[in-house]
Nanobody, 124 residues
Framework: VQLQASGGGLVQAEGSLRLSCAAS????????MGWFRQAPGKEREFVAA???????YFANSVKGRFTISRDNAKNTVYLQMNSLKPEDTAVYYCGACTQAWVIMPKSPAQYAYWGQGTQVTVSS
């Protein structure tokens, strides 16, 4: 499975960005897809995930500002980020969890495949 993340960039505070993650080489419709982020000097942290049945969950820090969606026909997962804050600045990674029995995969260790990351920078 290969994942290709895109859509990052530089945005002012309170702005919006939409990240995309295109998958190839696997059965996308069977995967739980997640977004994580990693700021310099910090560990990779969970942002949001979407189950292949459609359920979504979010980190408390992004609830109400971020939404996650998927298009199984395009093998793509999206992260819509609104009301961005400087503390959202990080490299954002998409991941694929192939363990269908997991209900809420929030640990990076639960994801078997990763994209290359896309930089999001929010200026104040």
């Amino acid at each position: 499975v290969q994942l290709q993340a895109s859509g990052g960039g530089l945005v002012q505070a309170e702005g919006s960005l939409r990240l995309s993650c295109a998958a190839s080489g696997g059965i996308f419709s069977r995967y739980i897809m997640g977004w994580f982020r990693q700021a310099p000097g910090k560990e990779r942290e969970f942002v949001a995930a979407i189950h292949f049945r459609g359920g979504t969950y979010f980190a408390n820090s992004v609830k109400g500002r971020f939404t996650i969606s998927r298009d199984n026909a395009k093998n793509t997962v999206y992260l819509q980020m609104n009301s961005l804050k400087p503390e959202d600045t990080a490299v954002y990674y998409c991941g694929a969890c192939t363990q269908a029995w997991v209900i809420m995969p929030k640990s990076p260790a639960q994801y078997a495949y990763w994209g290359q990351g896309t930089q999001v920078t929010v200026s104040s």
